[in-house]
């Protein structure tokens, strides 16, 4: 019988592929296209896994799209035949009152596709109109799309690695009055560690949503003070609708969100892929998902025609700046203020012409920060904005106001895990370790391609060889500091906070590892080429090294970064706790790191660290070598 079928479905298909309008009401039309979708192995079809965002597991198939409502078949999920066979079998149902939400308009790419694929007469379908889609597509009509990458911000738990989004452009309106399509975890305004553990371990779900480009302009670049990087894509007109229809099917659906993986950055690689299947770009990643990695892999893919820069107000307020004399600083203040009129400025013999232009220019930044964050009234802001602005177009644009300070560019920094190999002696011992982590950067290292004074490491083992033993020496889990210089015109917090594994180094019997919590605040200083920094320090340690197995108190930390040239580091740090409950004692310890860069993925330096923990001395001098790997 099941051979008879298949003969009846082969005549089938070879009298439709004529003119299957002859005899419309003799065969199935639907059982046709289902049968040949079968026939051409459509369900294995790489585009079709693309659009359901599957990925191979051990048994087969699974979705990455968490939310049910995604999927026609019941086991959509993981079955990606029944997915297509079920999604043939919805373009046949009766039309509802609601025609947007009839599969052919809700899931409209994987009808436009099937459409091309089966040759599908239209004619032979329940008449819909998909109005909705057609209307919002006209309207925005995309036809060139950018990949945006706002920088790091260690300051937001969501931001530490940075961010990719898309920016869809129409064909005459500029790149501010175009769409930004964002991938993000719905927000649950909890705590930063809270939200940090959350987004860890997927307990958010993640959705994409699409705003006016200025208004992400405004949150990353004027609020969040980070500068944005514009890479445009060069895709085609048709490559971007293809993009279009795959984010139209998933408007409102969720997925659970992880920092590590599934993240922003992973999502929008599936879009890209949408519109350009022949690229991979997903297969490229496994365990962990890092924004500036994805840059660096649709820039090797080919798909960057053009990097644009877009620095922040506070990027431009420290690049104007520069060209004003820090006696001029509090005139500016006292003008954002409203202490002094603008035309004071413009009437001064005692400015230079340079310094008129700075002095107004400066302070519409600021006031526009200001203006941003809240600080001022929207009254005040629009008084004091527009007679800067007045004041300052008595004067011309010269050419030295057009010069900005170029940083560079994420992608060109050094790649994002690291080995580390050392050797050296550890009171009076000689020892071998070797370290690994999967991301990101430590102060340590190069700066190029990164934020100055950053620091975010996650899961960072560490191994030594010592005395014949080898053994887990540290487990960094989460590292991050944050030092944001002061100036004159921002007066942002500095801090810190890492946990994890480690052994205090002491010559105890019981040399036992430890868990331990520390976090901390302070301030941080820019001069010339040296950075330098204060942070007051708490800290909580639990483990069988102690006595009363806890020890915990309160400590401060003072450094020095300086860098001679752009091919080093040395950084100059001491730190001191009183133990205050538990276990009580007092530790000292002395740094002293000098890293050279070698090449962008190879660093070789000396380190020296002198510490006393209870009665204990000890002293670790060694060298080591990192490299950097995708």
């Known amino acids: 019988m099941r051979d008879v079928l298949s003969l009846a479905y082969v005549f089938l298909f070879l009298f439709c592929s004529f003119d299957y309008s002859l005899s419309q009401d003799a065969f199935d039309y639907k059982n046709y296209l289902k049968f040949k979708a079968k026939e051409l192995g459509l369900h294995k079809d790489r585009y079709w896994h693309i659009l359901l965002h599957y990925k191979k597991t051990f048994n087969g198939y699974e979705s990455y799209i968490d939310d049910e409502k995604f999927f026609l078949a019941k086991d959509g999920k993981v079955n990606p035949e029944g997915e297509l066979l079920a999604t043939i079998d919805s373009f046949f149902q009766s039309p509802s009152e609601k025609q947007n939400e009839y599969p052919k308009c809700r899931y409209i790419a994987r009808y436009e596709w099937l459409k091309e694929k089966l040759n599908i007469n239209n004619e032979l379908l329940p008449d819909v109109q998909c109005l909705e889609f057609e209307e919002i597509f006209q309207r925005l009509n995309p036809r060139s799309a950018s990949l945006i990458f706002p ?28 769409y930004a399509v964002n991938y993000s975890a719905i927000p649950e305004d909890d705590f930063a560690l809270i939200y940090t553990f959350k987004g860890i371990f997927g307990y958010y779900k993640g959705i994409f949503t699409a705003l006016p480009y200025y208004d992400k302009v405004r949150e990353y670049s004027d609020i969040e003070r980070r500068d944005i990087w514009e890479y445009n894509l060069n895709l085609t007109p048709e490559e971007v609708r293809r993009m279009f229809l795959h984010l139209w099917e998933l408007k409102d659906i969720y997925q659970y969100y992880y920092f590590f993986d599934e993240n922003c950055s992973y999502n929008i690689l599936f879009l890209i892929e949408s519109a350009r299947p022949t690229v991979r770009l997903v297969d490229k990643f496994r365990y962990w998902v890092i924004p500036v990695d994805t840059i660096r892999t649709v820039i090797s893919e080919g798909l960057v025609e053009k990097i644009n820069y877009r620095p922040s107000i506070h990027t431009r307020i420290k690049n104007l700046s520069k060209a004003v004399s820090e006696e001029r600083y ?32 400066i302070s519409a930044e600021i006031l526009q920060y200001r203006y941003f964050k809240k600080e001022i009234t929207k009254e005040d802001y629009q008084k004091r904005y527009f007679q800067v602005l ?40 000689g020892y071998l370790d070797i370290s690994f982590r999967p991301a990101y950067h430590d102060i340590t290292n190069n700066d190029r391609g990164y934020i100055e004074g950053s620091q975010i490491i996650f899961t960072d083992f560490n191994f030594k060889y010592l005395k014949n033993k080898f053994f887990l020496e540290r487990a960094d889990l989460i590292n991050i500091i944050s030092l ?8 942002p917090l500095s801090w810190r906070v890492k946990t994890g594994f480690e052994r205090k180094g002491f010559s105890f019997a019981k040399d036992d590892i430890y868990y331990f919590l520390q976090a901390g605040g302070g301030v941080a200083l820019k001069r010339f080429t040296t950075l330098s920094y204060l942070l007051i320090n708490g800290s909580l340690e ?33 730190e001191t706790i009183q133990y205050l409950l538990g276990d009580k004692h007092k530790l000292y310890k002395i740094n002293l790191i000098q890293n050279f860069f070698l090449r962008k993925d190879l660093e070789i330096g000396i380190k020296y660290t002198r510490q006393k923990v209870f009665s204990s001395y000890s002293y670790d001098l060694g060298t080591f070598i990192n490299f950097f790997f995708p």
């Open 390 to 429: 007045s004041a300052r177009s008595k004067f011309p644009m010269s050419e030295e106001s057009k010069i900005l300070e170029m940083p560079s560019s994420p992608e060109t920094g050094h790649e994002s895990s690291r080995l580390k190999i050392g050797t050296g002696i550890y009171n009076g011992n």
């Open 542 to 574: 639990f483990g069988g090294v102690f006595e009363k197995n806890f020890s915990s108190g309160l400590g401060l930390e003072v450094g020095l970064i300086k860098s001679v040239s752009n091919r080093d580091k040395m950084i100059i740090s001491a």
């Open 151 to 178: 920088a790091s911000y260690p300051n937001s738990p969501a931001s530490m690695f940075g961010h990719t989004l898309l920016r869809l452009e129409g064909e005459f309106h500029s790149p501010l009055l175009a």
């Open 484 to 491: 944001t210089p002061m100036d004159y015109f921002s007066k």
């Open 330 to 361: 509090e005139k500016i203040l006292k003008l954002v203020g409203g202490q002094i009129n603008p035309q004071e400025v413009v009437n001064s013999a005692n400015f230079s012409l340079l310094e008129k232009q700075k002095i107004l220019e």
